[in-house]
């Protein structure tokens, strides 16, 4: 059991309305609790409709609000609710605190929550969204249709500029209509699921049928909505809920304990900003650590790695871009794998950032031959190229110490930084990102 430590974050999110996105989370907390009693489950939803509440305050009565979970002392904020399920009180209006999205990650990281902890989420971009997304070790993005599979871009995009885990994301598909057929004969699952692969998605090896049981649960006058568990069993959608929560038990129980996770700030000593991703022992390019204060700081964004390079390995590999490595305007590499697989000649570039996130002026921007390319990729993330969907590695130059990596002003500078010159890209492509974040 994983009482006491970081809990397992399981986010749901679609930018669609209406596609079961809280049914699920709330009826996904029930049913974790059924199957494994001594597990901590929490819920917490960041839309306004107040759902949470009306599934699991007892008599009614008030917890401490989901802003709270941004706070300190999170796990002593938790109100134990109906089904054992612990929850936090939806709030009317939430006010973003900060600008970094980071910051929800950061705060349950710390806190002693542990078990699973469920967000419901508003079918928008914003930054609770986006929080919610970044701190996710799994993400449930309910799809009952083409449009809320074509959106999931929008939220994989979202995962990748905000420095979440897209490896994370899965698609759940939901209110599925088992008699509609669509053009010669397919079903609405069958389709989603055919279309989900093909564009490389992962999908739950469950759906959610579409049942009027199910929806009555949440008309009516009640002020109290009640789960699938105890009053809708005999669906098929129980049975679905079960398997839902079989496959995130098993997503939960892959993880490996809070213990042997190294968090950035486990893995270096420090206090400052506190990460869940993985600092490797060594340089990824050659094993051995980087000596105190050199080298740089890499996080690949997709798959929550971290480690330390030498300058002279990464120099080895980046060739004719070697003196400006040195240059102390540099302050942020951006190693950019422009499209997923691989193929010979691929246009792999390293961008070069000063300290205000304008192009650097030792290295705005080196093209790497293909082989160094594929060497630097494969090392730093991890993965073999040919397995890697379109990504950027962040090199920041840094030392071992926590302190000063990466350097002057930890992590939280470094990620306002990777933010700032990730924003000139999302105005090249300003029409379709507007429309998909949203904005
Ligand atoms: N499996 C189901 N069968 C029938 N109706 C369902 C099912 N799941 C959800 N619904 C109904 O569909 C509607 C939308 O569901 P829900 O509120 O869970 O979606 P949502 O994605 O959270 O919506 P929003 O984006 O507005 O928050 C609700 O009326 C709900 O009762
Ligand atoms: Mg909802």
Not at 104 to 126: F, K, M, N, Q, Y
Not at 148 to 165: F, M
Not at 175 to 204: N, P, S, T
Not at 337 to 351: I, R, T, Y
């Amino acid at each position: 059991m994983r009482a006491g430590g970081a809990p397992f974050v399981v986010t749901v999110a679609s930018e669609k309305g209406g596609v079961g996105k809280t049914t699920i989370a709330t009826n996904l907390a029930v049913y974790l609790k059924a199957l494994r009693e001594d597990l901590p489950v929490t819920i917490a939803s960041f839309d306004n409709h107040f759902s949470v509440d009306a599934m699991f305050a007892i008599g009614g009565r008030g917890g401490h609000p989901v802003s709270s979970l941004l706070g300190s002392d999170v796990a002593a904020r938790v109100t134990l609710g109906e089904y054992g399920v612990g929850f936090f009180a939806s709030e009317r209006r939430l006010i973003a605190p900060n600008d970094d999205t980071a910051s929800l990650r950061a705060a349950l990281e710390v806190s002693r929550l542990g078990g699973v902890l469920i967000l419901d989420t508003r079918p928008i971009l914003d930054y609770f969204t986006r929080s919610a997304l970044v701190a996710a070790d799994l993400v449930l993005a309910p799809v009952k249709d083409r449009a809320s599979l074509v959106n999931v871009a929008a939220l994989q995009r979202a995962l990748r500029d905000e420095g979440g885990d897209e490896a994370a994301l899965w698609l759940l598909p939901s209110l599925v209509d088992g008699r509609l057929r669509l053009a010669e004969g397919v079903g609405v699952q069958e389709f989603l699921e055919f279309a989900a692969r093909e564009r490389g998605y992962q999908i739950a090896p469950t759906a959610l049928a579409k049942s009027p049981k199910v929806e009555g649960l949440a008309l009516g006058s009640a002020r109290r909505v009640f789960p699938v568990l105890t009053h809708a069993r005999g669906t098929q959608v129980h049975r679905q809920l079960r398997d839902l929560a079989e496959f995130v038990l098993q997503r939960f129980d892959a993880q490996p304990p809070p213990g042997r996770r190294r968090s950035w700030a486990q893995a270096s000593g420090g206090p400052g900003r506190v990460r869940r991703r993985r600092l490797a022992a060594g340089c990824p390019l050659c094993g051995e650590m980087p000596a105190e204060g050199t080298g740089w700081f890499c996080e690949d964004t997709a798959r929550r790695r971290q480690s330390l390079v030498h300058t002279d390995c990464l120099a080895s590999l980046v060739g004719g871009a070697e003196p400006s490595l040195s240059d102390p305007g540099t302050a942020l590499l951006v190693l950019e794998k422009p499209e997923p697989g691989w193929h010979e000649g691929m246009s792999v570039a390293l961008f070069g950032y000063d300290a205000s996130g304008r192009p650097a002026e030792g290295l705005a921007q080196a093209n790497l031959s293909s082989a160094h390319a594929w060497d630097l990729l494969r090392a730093l993330t991890g993965r073999l190229p040919e397995e890697l969907p379109a990504t950027r590695v962040f090199l920041a130059p840094g030392g071992t110490d926590a302190r000063d990596c990466p350097a002057a002003g930890g992590y939280g500078r470094f990620a306002a930084l990777r933010r700032k010159v990730l924003r000139p890209w999302r105005h090249d492509d300003q029409r379709a990102t507007s429309r998909e974040d949203g904005e």
